[in-house]
């Protein structure tokens, strides 16, 4: 298990169905926690209620990610810019002319009409593309692993927002966030819609940020992020009336000896058949 590295406190938490969570709510900083507990025991509202946005903290959710018909991951995430870039200085002329919106846009319908192209190369094959070779291009590269990093390497960079789901909307904006000096990373529910094999590759992900100095929350139910999890923070006993109390506090390993909550049996039951 490693070793935290100072607390961020939460007193008096009262958002929603929380019943005046003062019992000293402490969460270890530079590891990775994991808030858990049965739907509605008020695992978003200790965190997102708790703990104030702003400097330092970056806060990945599934909502809808606003934008255009024609928005999509190299939108979104600036990869087009550096692109741009590099075909305008192979040419010789302005960056503008390989942009769909401004001097490059079709001269008939401003690039919104019938003629339209997207790019469909995927996240993975355009890693390796911008990669190497003549077409290394290292700005446009490391937002491209970002994207690979968080799971994403199979999506279309053409592919609209509107077709991602409330988890890959999630991992593209944790991919957009990765490069930032950001100390605090919250997660909510970041395996949703995830294959198995993807869920061990997020794993991955998260134990790169802790390693590299991030304190990373991930409010999750999924059993293999709960024992992957330096400190656990379990709500219930149940959902509701019944829930907003922290219940556990401490490690996997604790949890599963205790089996003193739902999750803990849970998590017993999955250690021992993995």
């Known amino acids: 298990m490693r070793t935290p590295k100072g607390t961020l406190e939460i007193r008096g938490a009262k958002t929603h169905n929380l019943q005046n969570v003062d019992v000293d709510v402490d969460i270890p900083l530079k590891v990775l926690v994991v808030v858990t507990g049965v739907a509605g025991s008020g695992k978003s509202s200790l965190i997102h209620g708790s703990i104030p946005a702003g400097a330092g903290v970056v806060s990945v959710d599934q909502t809808p990610i606003r934008g255009s018909r024609r928005s999509n991951p190299a939108t979104y995430t600036g990869l087009l810019d550096p692109i741009r870039t590099a075909f305008a200085k192979a040419n010789g002329v302005k960056p503008a002319l390989f942009s769909a919106n401004s001097e490059g846009a079709c001269p008939a319908c401003n690039g919104a009409g019938v003629i339209y192209t997207d790019l469909a190369m995927s996240v993975t094959e355009a890693t390796a593309f911008f990669g190497?070779?003549?077409?290394?291009?290292?700005?446009?590269?490391?937002?491209?692993?970002?994207?690979?990093?968080?799971?994403?390497?199979?999506?279309?960079?053409?592919?609209?927002?509107?077709?991602?789901?409330?988890?890959?909307?999630?991992?593209?904006?944790?991919?957009?966030?990765?490069?930032?000096?950001?100390?605090?990373?919250?997660?909510?529910?970041?395996?949703?819609?995830?294959?198995?094999?993807?869920?061990?590759?997020?794993?991955?992900?998260?134990?790169?940020?802790?390693?590299?100095?991030?304190?990373?929350?991930?409010?999750?139910?999924?059993?293999?992020?709960?024992?992957?999890?330096?400190?656990?923070?379990?709500?219930?006993?149940?959902?509701?009336?019944?829930?907003?109390?922290?219940?556990?506090?401490?490690?996997?390993?604790?949890?599963?000896?205790?089996?003193?909550?739902?999750?803990?049996?849970?998590?017993?039951?999955?250690?021992?058949?993995?």
């Open 132 to 274: 190497a070779g003549e077409a290394r291009t290292l700005g446009a590269h490391a937002i491209l692993r970002n994207l690979d990093d968080v799971g994403l390497g199979y999506i279309s960079l053409g592919q609209p927002l509107t077709t991602l789901s409330g988890g890959e909307r999630q991992r593209l904006k944790l991919a957009m966030h990765m490069s930032e000096k950001g100390g605090t990373y919250v997660l909510d529910e970041p395996t949703a819609g995830l294959h198995l094999a993807d869920v061990e590759h997020l794993l991955g992900l998260l134990d790169r940020l802790v390693e590299s100095g991030k304190s990373v929350i991930v409010i999750e139910h999924h059993q293999a992020v709960v024992a992957h999890a330096d400190w656990i923070i379990d709500l219930g006993p149940g959902a509701g009336h019944d829930g907003g109390r922290v219940v556990f506090e401490g490690t996997p390993a604790a949890l599963v000896a205790a089996r003193s909550t739902l999750t803990g049996q849970h998590l017993a039951a999955y250690v021992g058949a993995v």
